[in-house]
Nanobody, 121 residues
Framework: QVQLVESGGGLVQAGGSLRLSCATS????????MGWYRQAPGEQRELVAT???????KYLDSVKGRFTISRDYAKNTVYLQMNSLKPEDTSVYYC???????????????WGQGAQVTVSS
C-alpha cells in the first residue's frame, strides 16, 4: 500500500525557515509529479509548488523566491525549503504524488496526512 508521510513542520518566527520532507512507502514503480499544497482554516486547499519527473517546477506566485521544491528520485522523496516565512504562510501543508505501483494498473493520486506550519509575527 502506497503511503506519503510528511515531516518537518513546526512553529517559527517570521523571517525564519523550515524544511518539509515527504517520504513515500509501498511497492512503487514510478512517480510522475510530486507537489506541496496548503490549506488554512476556512480556506480552500491551494497549490504551493510542484516538480515533475523531469525536474520542472512551478510555484504559487506568493512563494516564488522564498520556497524551493526539490526531489530525491532515488528515494522517491520530495522536499520543500521555506525561507523568509511570513505569518500568512501559516497553514497545514500536504504532500501529493501521482504514483504507479505494482499493486494496480496506471497511476493513482495520493495525499499525505499534512504537516502544520505556524509562523508567528
Amino acid at each position: 500500500q502506497v503511503q506519503l508521510v510528511e515531516s518537518g513542520g513546526g512553529l517559527v518566527q517570521a523571517g525564519g525557515s523550515l524544511r518539509l520532507s515527504c517520504a513515500t512507502s509501498g511497492t512503487i514503480i514510478s512517480i510522475r509529479a510530486m507537489g506541496w499544497y496548503r490549506q488554512a482554516p476556512g480556506e480552500q486547499r491551494e497549490l504551493v509548488a510542484t516538480i515533475d519527473s523531469g525536474g520542472s517546477t512551478k510555484y504559487l506566485d506568493s512563494v516564488k523566491g522564498r520556497f524551493t521544491i526539490s526531489r530525491d528520485y532515488a528515494k522517491n522523496t520530495v522536499y520543500l525549503q521555506m525561507n523568509s516565512l511570513k505569518p500568512e504562510d501559516t497553514s497545514v501543508y500536504y504532500c501529493n504524488a501521482d504514483v504507479r505501483s505494482k499493486d494496480f494498473i496506471g497511476f493513482r493520486n495520493y495525499w499525505g496526512q499534512g504537516a502544520q506550519v505556524t509562523v508567528s509575527s
